[in-house]
């Protein structure tokens, strides 16, 4: 029978998820937890090669087996001989024909920028630090330009096997979560207060609402920082293409390009047109919708 897996990792400590020599790999660890488990030799079929560093909370991959172990109880038996960081989330049979990367689907990819003043050691191993100023509303407005089918070759490193460059994408959203999204709730059944933990939240008070100069409003971001999500859907993805679409919209947001470079790269192509590959910390894979 066939299965399907979905499968949750931190991405910190592999070198990605393809199977590697040498190295130490999501596949590589799953394809020995089935080992183990089955006794026979499997070797595990994925949906997105993840590169080294990058996070994910739905791939999905396919293995073909003869065990008599029910589809939906695999991942249990599986988590119990992982990693701590690598967790098959779901287990189920699917046709014997399905294959994760040659059927339709909808890809969700989410990086993550975190922007304050200093780095949080928290946050650090999910997300990229940027102490700069970020404007949202022009890292939106070039965002738009990326919905749709395009030739995305300027957001493709070298290297790729991909027989061509044109992909479509359905939708990238940029959204921005401040600390005070973070609130956490404590109930004190005996008094029946509710305590939050209103000292590490940015002041709201009337004298908040007074007119602030741009370096008094950067101030307020000292020490509660904002999280900046870019967010992207689409059929599917170049090598390196969601980390470059970052890394461009990133240096939009911080003045370095401007939104008509987004459209230049667009047209050209060309990869010295666009933005820097963001760092790997930054990306997680959120899943894969089969149509």
């Known amino acids: 029978m066939r299965i399907l897996m979905r499968v949750a990792y931190d991405g910190t400590a592999y070198s990605g998820w393809q199977l590697q020599p040498n190295a130490t790999t999501i596949e590589g660890e799953l394809n ?7 006794g026979e030799d ?15 909370l739905g791939n999905v991959c396919v293995f073909d087996t003869a065990t008599r172990i029910p589809a939906e109880k695999i991942c249990y038996a599986l988590n119990t001989r992982l990693p ?34 200093f780095p949080s050691p928290v946050l650090s191993r999910y997300s990229h630090f940027s102490y700069r100023r970020i404007d949202i509303e022009k890292m939106r407005e070039a965002a738009r330009l990326l919905v749709g089918e395009h030739d995305f070759g300027a957001f493709c490193s070298t290297g790729s096997q ?18 005070k999204d973070y ?29 602030k100069s741009d370096d008094e409003k950067e101030d307020d971001l000292d020490g509660f920082g904002r999280m900046i ?24 947001g911080t003045g370095l390009l401007e939104v008509s470079d987004m459209e230049k790269a667009l047209a050209t192509h060309n990869r010295e047109d666009a933005g820097p590959t963001a760092p ?10 089969y149509k």
């Open 32 to 38: 020995k937890a089935l080992f183990d488990l089955t």
């Open 42 to 56: 499997i070797q595990v079929t994925g949906a997105s090669r993840t590169d080294a560093g990058v996070h994910s």
């Open 84 to 117: 701590e960081d690598i967790r098959v989330t779901q287990s189920r049979e699917v046709d014997g024909d399905f294959h994760p990367r040659h059927t339709d689907s909808e890809k969700t990819y989410e990086y993550r920028i975190w922007n304050d003043r």
């Open 162 to 179: 991909a027989e061509t460059t044109v992909r479509t994408i359905y939708a990238v959203d940029v959204i921005e979560e401040y600390n």
């Open 183 to 211: 609130m956490v709730e404590e109930y004190n059944k005996d008094c029946k207060v509710e305590e939050y933990n209103k000292d590490y939240m940015v002041d709201v008070s009337d004298e908040a609402d007074i007119e």
């Open 229 to 252: 999500k870019i967010r992207v859907t689409g059929s599917g993805f170049l090598y390196n293409m969601v980390r470059i679409i970052a890394g461009t919209l990133l240096d939009i």
């Open 280 to 289: 790997a910390c930054g990306l997680t894979m959120i899943g894969i919708r």
